[in-house]
């Protein structure tokens, strides 16, 4: 991932952040879920990613619906 990614919110269970990815792209931004989860011992967090430009706005909308 390149440097135009950040990471703006981490959870270690999967809906959480598949919560949070569908309300920002009901807002129009972008993200992407990057899984770090080992699937054999369940250990790891699952990461969310937003571009540069999107992250004050990602992080507004995250705060103001408590996800």
């Not at 792209?25 to 990461?47: M, P, R």
Request: neutral net charge; without cysteine; aromatic residues 8%.
């Amino acid at each position: 991932m390149d440097s135009s990614w950040v990471k703006i919110y981490i959870s270690t269970q999967a809906h959480k952040v598949e919560i949070v990815k569908s309300v920002l792209e009901d807002n129009n931004i972008k993200s992407v879920i990057l899984n770090k989860k080992d699937s054999s011992y369940l250990f790891g967090e699952i990461e969310l990613y937003v571009k540069n430009d999107d992250v004050i706005r990602a992080k507004h909308i995250i705060s103001k619906n408590e996800l």
